[in-house]
């Protein structure tokens, strides 16, 4: 079993920065790779952007240029550093984390709020 907790979001203008954290807790060592989505009220839960273990990452088009993951490995913990914000990437952010058998593990997720 992998815990996940997430950290880091809060209310920000347009045009400012967040970094959300995830930390892993129990099981981490059997993580394939970790990730970001996001849930927009109203709207599906969609992918922002992914890390392997071996380090390939990959983003959303709408994130592009702006957002960026990166792991601390010593620290079981990975952050997504988001800047240029608009006030569409408002949404609940949520920590994933999948096992080399496929099975997914969520976070609680944290609320991001971009005013315009």
């Known amino acids: 079993q992998v815990q996940l907790v997430e950290s880091g979001g809060g209310l920000v203008q347009a045009g400012g920065s967040l970094r959300l954290s995830c930390a892993a807790s129990g099981s981490s060592f059997s993580i394939n790779a970790m990730g970001w989505y996001r849930q927009a009220p109203g709207k599906q839960r969609e992918l922002v952007a992914v890390?392997?273990?071996?380090?390939?990452?990959n983003y959303a088009d709408s994130v592009k240029g702006r957002f960026t993951i990166s792991p601390d490995n010593g620290k079981n913990t990975v952050y997504l550093q988001m800047t240029s914000l608009k006030p569409e990437d408002t949404a609940v952010y949520y920590c994933?984390?999948?096992?080399?058998?496929?099975?997914?593990?969520w976070g609680e997720g944290t609320l991001v709020t971009v005013s315009s």
């Open positions: 890390i392997s273990r071996t380090g390939w990452t």
């Open positions: 994933n984390a999948v096992a080399p058998t496929g099975g997914r593990y």
